[in-house]
């Protein structure tokens, strides 16, 4: 079982950044790839970013590519989203999850969720 709790988010002007956290529960952070969702009002929840188990191999939606990193902290099971250059397109309700598979981009792959948190980008 692992628990998520996401925080870092707020409201921002296009342009600006934010830094997300997602603090994990558990001694076994490390065994599970890390991702980032995010669900706009009346759209689908989407992939954003993902940090593999153990070698920490990331890949992201071609949305956020160059913008956005993500990066994890293993020994204090966080994992983190930087986000620079933000447009408005990217307010929504920001997720982060746990799977086992090797390489997940679907939501179904990922057992674990937080509640999310929210990012507000202005124009």
């Known amino acids: 079982q692992v628990q998520l709790v996401e925080s870092g988010g707020g409201l921002v002007q296009a342009g600006g950044s934010l830094r997300l956290s997602c603090a994990a529960s558990?001694?076994?952070?490390?065994?599970?790839?890390m991702g980032w969702f995010r669900q706009a009002p009346g759209k689908e929840r989407e992939f954003v970013a993902a940090?593999?188990?153990?070698?920490?191999?990331?890949y992201y939606a071609d949305s956020v590519k160059g913008r956005f990193t993500i990066s994890r902290d293993n020994a204090k099971n966080t994992m983190f989203l930087q986000m620079n250059s933000l447009k408005p397109e990217d307010t929504a309700v920001y997720y982060c999850?746990?799977?086992?598979?090797?390489?997940?981009?679907?939501?179904?792959?990922?057992?674990?969720w937080g509640q999310g948190t929210q990012v507000t980008v202005s124009s």
């Open positions: 940090s593999t188990r153990n070698s920490g191999t990331t």
């Open positions: 558990g001694r076994t952070f490390s065994t599970y790839t």
């Open positions: 999850a746990a799977s086992k598979a090797p390489r997940p981009s679907l939501l179904y792959e990922y057992a674990y």
